[in-house]
């Protein structure tokens, strides 16, 4: 008979007897070989006031466990937050691939998502300048995919030989251990301005798309070129996105590195909330399709990691979406304990020879083993949903107590079981790729261009987006102390960008361009590239309406109807918590006060009207927070009574007798026609941000 390992794979904990919780009224507490335990609060001694005697088992199993509570942390992404959802085909793809999650229509497939940074530890905060990991494990009927990807198409590096070079740059300096979670230090510079190939990732890197708003609100990607293949073994090349159904926005830095300090857990809390609430996070998956005999007819290298595919090359062919729809159950054993690889695949998808890819192929499989053991597959976050079975045995936290002689193979104890399956459909064979060359190290000449590509990311933005870039870059270079280093950034690789984007960094730290670029830059666009687009709608966009004693309910009242019927999360702000006191003497909850309540984590402001506008006028705090609202190009509303505020915090507005909107400042004379205000207010809203009431200094 062929062994079995006694397990029920299951991605929800509440299924399996182990892993759930289980503490119930009247449960007598025990040690963990179940011995009942009669004191957990005082060790054994000799003598009350005498040494912990060596004999008190309890209290050095209950002390070792603690010990080793932790896990090594993950070199690279090791802040991260995590969720429980699930992946709908929204039609039939099987005349790509023949991956079972792509063949039907309406087909759902289980899915745990995990989202980080790269640069920081565990204790970093949410929102620097960096990478967002974008993790997705399938859990299919064919086994395990893990789709391990970025929130930036690209990456900083062709080949996974230079990857420990690139992360020992970025990460602190080794001397002093400074900065923490930040590229804005002399050996990260260093290293990228001696690495052209680097500059692309720069582009996005500097761009607004490091600081996303929310996980919510930014795209995935595969980041590599991989294979279809489809039920006739024809392959194509594709590569994998991530479209977000709220669309794609971000913060600007000033806002980012205050959220840092006001609410260092910003997206995770966003994330955990709003899927509490109901508001689940979704994604359009699809991919970009280049039959095998086009491989060649781009004017770049499909394997080179650094290069998109432009869309109006090769539009994305949606798959289906990806929703999530439940918080884990414990931190540690769902999000800390999840071990992606980009080798588990299925059926159906395969590999390319993308030589960043091919590095990963073996970096991941030996930091899970390192980090979380050779048995990290069994763990239930882990495990597959359908059956699995074969002859490894053994090791460091085995979780299965496998039955019977045989671990080996071929055998005929167990009648040659598990069996090879040549024949199956579902079994993954290897794309039969022809394959000849002599051995070297070297790099193809299809990867050398370093630069079209930076020039057509920084070409495709809006005007507002190059200032973010140019501004990202000055900020950065200015931290760095070596004048060699931030002279070879611009000369080396910002003068092969653009002449805009040099000129103004050079200016803005105090140095000049003394380099001609390579080649003229060129002046390609991809409107895809640009973030420069309002949403569908405000659902979960943070709204404060500011008020205080003597405001107007009725006003009040009505637009938080208005803004929550649009999905919106409006929150009344006061000087002090509890209720206040309205005009018509009734009374109204204050959500949050206002030393609680940081500009920076909410998207709009709306200055409640009546007697306490007046008041809010005087108050520091309240001045403070409509001003980052303003220089953040943030939406901001009020009625006649806010003018003395709107003042205090040098905000223009007409307060006419109709409802007006300037630039995202939306004003009235008196707020009685709230249908109307509302509208505009939401439609400001959906613009998301002004960046012309940005100053020029906010993001440098």
């Known amino acids: 008979m062929p062994t079995k390992p006694t397990n029920k794979p299951s991605v929800d904990a509440k299924t399996q007897n182990l892993e759930a919780d289980t503490h119930v009224p009247g449960e007598t507490m025990t040690t963990n070989q179940g011995l009942p335990i009669s004191d957990d609060q005082n060790s054994l001694r000799a003598g009350v006031r005498g040494p912990t005697l060596l004999e008190d088992f309890h209290f050095r199993e209950k002390i070792t466990h603690f010990d080793h509570e932790r896990i090594p942390e993950r070199v690279v992404h090791a802040r991260g937050v995590a969720a429980h959802g699930y992946f709908e085909a929204t039609g039939d793809a099987s005349d790509i691939t023949r991956a079972s999650l792509f063949g039907k229509k309406g087909k759902r497939t289980p899915v745990f998502v995990r989202f980080s940074t790269v640069a920081g530890s565990r204790g970093s905060a949410d929102t620097p300048r960096d990478v967002r990991g974008f993790a997705v494990k399938f859990y299919t009927d064919e086994g395990v995919w893990d789709l391990v990807g970025n929130n930036i198409p690209v990456f900083f590096i062709q080949d996974a030989i230079k990857f420990p070079d690139l992360i020992h740059a970025v990460k602190p300096e080794p001397n002093n251990e400074i900065p923490q979670a930040a590229s804005a230090h002399d050996t990260f510079w260093d290293f990228v301005s001696l690495t052209p190939e680097t500059t692309h990732m720069l582009m996005w890197v500097m761009s607004d798309r490091a600081l996303p708003r929310s996980l919510a609100t930014m795209q995935g990607f595969g980041i590599h070129t991989f294979r279809f293949i489809n039920k006739k073994g024809v392959s194509s090349f594709v590569k994998f996105h991530f479209k977000p159904k709220k669309g794609v926005f971000s913060q600007v830095w000033d806002e980012a590195q205050k959220t840092a300090g006001k609410d260092a857990d910003f997206h995770r809390r966003d994330l955990f909330e709003s899927i509490e609430r109901g508001d689940f996070p979704e994604w359009e998956m699809g991919v970009q399709v280049v039959p095998e005999a086009d491989e060649h007819k781009f004017d770049f290298d499909l394997l080179d990691p650094t290069k998109i595919i432009p869309e109006e090359l090769v539009p994305v062919r949606p798959l289906g979406k990806l929703v999530l729809n439940r918080n884990p159950d414990n931190y540690f054993a769902e999000t800390e304990q999840v071990a992606f690889h980009p080798g588990h695949v299925v059926s159906g998808i395969d590999f390319s020879n993308d030589p960043l890819l091919q590095g990963r192929l073996f970096s991941y499989i030996d930091t899970q083993i390192k980090r979380v053991g050779p048995n990290f597959a069994q763990i239930p976050i882990n495990r597959p949903t359908c059956p699995f079975s074969n002859n490894q045995r053994d090791g460091e936290s085995q979780q299965l107590i496998h039955q019977g002689r045989v671990s080996y193979f071929p055998n005929s104890l167990a009648k040659g079981c598990p069996a090879h399956s040549p024949e199956g459909m579902n079994a993954f064979r290897s794309h039969a790729e ?12 299809s990867f050398s261009d370093h630069f079209s590509q930076a020039s057509l990311f920084f070409n495709s933005m809006a005007q507002w987006e190059k200032n973010h870039i140019i501004s990202a870059i000055s900020f ?30 050079a200016n803005n730290i105090g140095l000049k361009v003394t380099a001609k670029p390579k080649a003229k830059p060129p002046t390609k666009t991809s409107p895809a590239l640009s973030m420069d687009r309002p949403a569908d709608s405000i659902k979960g966009r943070a709204v404060a309406i500011l008020a205080g004693e003597g405001v107007d309910s009725n006003a009040v009242s009505g637009l938080v109807k208005q803004l929550k019927a649009a999905g919106a999360l409006p929150e009344v702000i006061a000087p002090t918590a509890g209720k206040i006191k309205a005009a018509d003497g009734s009374t109204l909850k204050v959500d949050r006060p206002l030393t609680n309540a940081p500009s920076v984590v909410f998207d709009a402001v709306f200055v409640a009207p009546g007697a306490s506008a007046a008041a809010l006028a005087k108050n520091p705090v309240a001045i403070q927070f409509v001003s980052e609202m303003n220089v953040h190009g943030k939406p901001i509303a009020g009625a006649a009574e806010a003018k003395q505020l709107f003042d205090a915090a040098h905000i223009a507005a007409a307060f006419g007798k109709k409802v007006g909107s300037e630039n995202g400042i939306v004003s009235v004379a008196k707020a009685d026609d709230l249908e109307t205000f509302a509208k505009t207010f939401i439609d400001a809203m959906k613009q998301h941000r002004f960046p012309s009431r940005q100053p020029e200094t906010i993001n440098a």
């Open 434 to 445: 022809k394959m000849d060359g002599v051995k070297v190290r070297q790099r193809s000449d």
């Open 476 to 505: 950065e270079l200015n931290q760095c102390q070596v004048m060699e280093v931030k002279q070879r950034v611009i000369d080396e690789l910002l003068v092969n960008v653009s002449d805009e984007l040099a000129s103004h960094v």
